[in-house]
Nanobody, 121 residues
Framework: QVQLVESGGGLVQAGGSLRLSCAAS????????MGWYRQAPGKQRELVAV???????NYADSVKGRFTISRDNAKNTAYLQMDNLKPEDTAVYYC???????????????WGQGTQVTVSS
C-alpha cells in the first residue's frame, strides 16, 4: 500500500555533489518522520539524517556541514543534498518513512529499495 522510491545515486569524485530523492506513494494519510540511512560493505546500517513533519532535522556527526535533508510535504518527497563527498561516504543509501495509512491509527515504518553512492578518491 505504501512505496518509497529512491533516485539520484551514482559515481562521483571526492569533493563532488549528489542530490538524492525519495518519493512516497500509496494510501498515505500522513507521514511523520522521513530519514536517510546508509550501509557500507561489512558495516551496519546507520542513520544519516532525519526530518520531522514539523521541520526539525538531525544529522550524523560524520555528515554535519556537508549534507542537507529537506522535504516537500505536498509531494510526499524527501531529498538529501550531499556536498563535499568523501570516499567514506560510499554506501547504499536507503530512505525510511513512518507513514499513517488511510484506515490506520498508528504509523508504520517503510523502506525504499536503496540507491548506490560511490565516491572515488
Amino acid at each position: 500500500q505504501v512505496q518509497l522510491v529512491e533516485s539520484g545515486g551514482g559515481l562521483v569524485q571526492a569533493g563532488g555533489s549528489l542530490r538524492l530523492s525519495c518519493a512516497a506513494s500509496g494510501s498515505i494519510f500522513r507521514i511523520n518522520d522521513m530519514g536517510w540511512y546508509r550501509q557500507a560493505p561489512g558495516k551496519q546500517r546507520e542513520l544519516v539524517a532525519v526530518a520531522t513533519s514539523g521541520g526539525d532535522t538531525n544529522y550524523a556527526d560524520s555528515v554535519k556541514g556537508r549534507f542537507t535533508i529537506s522535504r516537500d510535504n505536498a509531494k510526499n518527497t524527501a531529498y538529501l543534498q550531499m556536498d563535499n563527498l568523501k570516499p567514506e561516504d560510499t554506501a547504499v543509501y536507503y530512505c525510511n518513512a513512518r507513514v499513517v495509512r488511510y484506515g490506520d491509527l498508528i504509523p508504520r515504518s517503510h523502506w525504499g529499495q536503496g540507491t548506490q553512492v560511490t565516491v572515488s578518491s
